[in-house]
C-alpha cells in the first residue's frame, strides 16, 4: 500500500512542478534579425545565483550548487506579438527570432559583488533608486527564471530595477527533494544578497517571492530579523509571497520570530492550487500556506495581508502561477508595486485587497 501511494504521489509530480517544461539554452545562435518596431520592450534583469557556471556558454547556469555567489546582467527583449500573462517560447529547433519570442540577446557576467553593485547602482540612479527581488520556485531552470522576472517587469509595468536571485533548482519534476535542499543551502546567500542591495543606491526593495521560494525568502528575513535589520535599514518594501509552499506551523514560527511587519508582507494563496496539494501530501498531509482555506482568519494576527485568489482564472493547469499569468492579476500587482514611498496606511492596503478579492469573486480575474 506504501508502495503504490509512493508511485501515485512520484507520477503526480512528474505531472507537476513550477517550471514544467525542460531546460532551455538561455542564449540561442540562429538569431533572426528584428526591427525595432518588432519589439515591446528590452529589461535588463540583474542576476545574483547560488547556481554553478553551465559547461554551456550558451546556457550560462546550471541546476548544480555552488557554495559562492556568481553575478551577471541578462538583457532580455520582448515581442510586439507578447500576450500580458504569458511568456511566449520558442520550441527546440526553431531559430531565435526576437519578433516571436522572448529573447536573451547579452548576458554579460560580473565577477563579484562590488562590481555587480557599481554596475546595479548606474541602474538605480536612473531608475529611481527602486528595486524588485524575485525568488523563483521549485523545478525552475535558470532560464525560466529570467524570463519569468522579465515577464512579471514587463506585464506590470514596474519601473525599478529587477534583480533575480536564482538559487540551484534542478529543473526536473522529480527532483523536489534536492530542490528543498538546494532552497535551504541558499537562505545565507539571499540574506547577502539582499544586504548588499540595502547597502546600494536603492532607496526601496520589493521582494516577490513564489512557491518553494517563498520559503527562501521567509528564512532569510527570519536571519535578518535575529541580527537586528529586519527592515533593511528601513529600505525594505512589499514583501509579496505568490502560493507558499511553506508549512503552516513553520510560517507561524518564522512570522513570530520575524515579529509583525512594519511594511506589508502580502500572501497569495488558492485553495485550488494542485501542485501544492501534492506537495502537502508529500509532508505528510500537512496544509501548506499557499492553498491554507483558514489562513485570512489564522495569519491575520501575525500582520500579513491575505489575498485569496481560488475563483480567479489560471492558464496553467495546476492553478499554481495565477499571480503572474493571469493578465489581471499580474497588472495590479504591479500596481501596487509601483505605490510611491510614504507607503500606503494598513487601512489602505485592506480596502485595495478586498477589492481585489470581490473582483475575484465576481468573476472579473
Known amino acids: 500500500m506504501r508502495a503504490k501511494t509512493f508511485l501515485v504521489l512520484v507520477m503526480a509530480l512528474v505531472l507537476a512542478g513550477c517550471g514544467g517544461r525542460p531546460t532551455e539554452e538561455l542564449l540561442g545562435s540562429a538569431v533572426v534579425t528584428a526591427s525595432i518596431d518588432q519589439i515591446s520592450g528590452n529589461h535588463a534583469i540583474f542576476v545574483a545565483t547560488t547556481r554553478k557556471r553551465a559547461g554551456s556558454l550558451n546556457k550560462v547556469f546550471d541546476g548544480e550548487r555552488s557554495a559562492t555567489l556568481s553575478y551577471a546582467r541578462v538583457n532580455v527583449t520582448v515581442p510586439k506579438a507578447h500576450q500580458t500573462g504569458q511568456i511566449e517560447r520558442k520550441s527546440r529547433g526553431a531559430s531565435d527570432d526576437p519578433s516571436k519570442y522572448f529573447m536573451a540577446s547579452e548576458v554579460v557576467g560580473l565577477d563579484s559583488a562590488q562590481k555587480f553593485?557599481?554596475?546595479?547602482?548606474?541602474?538605480?540612479?536612473?531608475?529611481?533608486?527602486?528595486?524588485?527581488?524575485?525568488?523563483?520556485?521549485?523545478?525552475?531552470?535558470?532560464?525560466?527564471?529570467?524570463?519569468?522576472?522579465?515577464?512579471?517587469?514587463?506585464?506590470?509595468?514596474?519601473?525599478?530595477?529587477?534583480?533575480l536571485f536564482s538559487w540551484a533548482s534542478g529543473a526536473s519534476t522529480t527532483s523536489y527533494v534536492y530542490d528543498k535542499e538546494s532552497a535551504a543551502a541558499a537562505r545565507d546567500?539571499?540574506?547577502?544578497?539582499?544586504?548588499?542591495?540595502?547597502?546600494?543606491?536603492?532607496?526601496?526593495?520589493?521582494?516577490?517571492?513564489?512557491?518553494?521560494?517563498?520559503?527562501?525568502?521567509?528564512?532569510?528575513?527570519?536571519?535578518?530579523?535575529?541580527?537586528?535589520?529586519?527592515?533593511?535599514?528601513?529600505?525594505?518594501?512589499?514583501?509579496?509571497?505568490?502560493?507558499?509552499?511553506?508549512?503552516?506551523?513553520?510560517?507561524?514560527?518564522?512570522?513570530?520570530?520575524?515579529?509583525?511587519?512594519?511594511?506589508?508582507?502580502?500572501?497569495?494563496?488558492s485553495d485550488d492550487d494542485r501542485?501544492?496539494?501534492?506537495?502537502?501530501?508529500?509532508?505528510?498531509?500537512?496544509?501548506?500556506?499557499?492553498?491554507?482555506?483558514?489562513?485570512?482568519?489564522?495569519?491575520?494576527?501575525?500582520?500579513?495581508?491575505?489575498?485569496?485568489?481560488?475563483?480567479?482564472?489560471?492558464?496553467?493547469?495546476?492553478?499554481?502561477?495565477?499571480?503572474?499569468?493571469?493578465p489581471e492579476l499580474v497588472k495590479l500587482l504591479g500596481k501596487r508595486l509601483r505605490e510611491d514611498d510614504g507607503y500606503a496606511s494598513d487601512r489602505d492596503v485592506t480596502d485595495r485587497i478586498n477589492m481585489i478579492n470581490q473582483q475575484i469573486k465576481a468573476g472579473l480575474l
Not at 540595502?198 to 521582494?207: N, P, V
Not at 535599514?233 to 512594519?262: H, T, W
Not at 500537512?286 to 495569519?299: E, T, W
Open 117 to 163: 553593485q557599481a554596475t546595479i547602482n548606474k541602474d538605480l540612479a536612473a531608475r529611481g533608486g527602486r528595486a524588485l527581488v524575485f525568488v523563483h520556485g521549485y523545478n525552475t531552470g535558470f532560464d525560466d527564471a529570467v524570463y519569468r522576472l522579465t515577464q512579471i517587469v514587463h506585464d506590470s509595468g514596474y519601473p525599478g530595477t529587477p534583480v
Open 189 to 269: 546567500q539571499l540574506e547577502a544578497t539582499l544586504k548588499l542591495l540595502a547597502q546600494s543606491g536603492a532607496r526601496r526593495i520589493d521582494i516577490v517571492a513564489h512557491s518553494m521560494g517563498t520559503w527562501v525568502t521567509m528564512e532569510a528575513l527570519r536571519q535578518l530579523a535575529i541580527e537586528g535589520d529586519r527592515d533593511l535599514n528601513g529600505k525594505l518594501g512589499d514583501v509579496v509571497l505568490a502560493s507558499p509552499d511553506i508549512d503552516v506551523d513553520v510560517f507561524k514560527s518564522q512570522m513570530s520570530r520575524y515579529g509583525k511587519p512594519d511594511k506589508p508582507f502580502i500572501v497569495l494563496l
Open 275 to 326: 501542485a501544492l496539494r501534492i506537495s502537502g501530501l508529500l509532508a505528510g498531509s500537512q496544509p501548506r500556506v499557499g492553498d491554507y482555506q483558514n489562513a485570512a482568519k489564522d495569519l491575520s494576527t501575525y500582520g500579513v495581508t491575505v489575498v485569496d485568489l481560488s475563483s480567479a482564472k489560471a492558464s496553467d493547469s495546476f492553478n499554481h502561477t495565477k499571480f503572474a499569468d493571469n
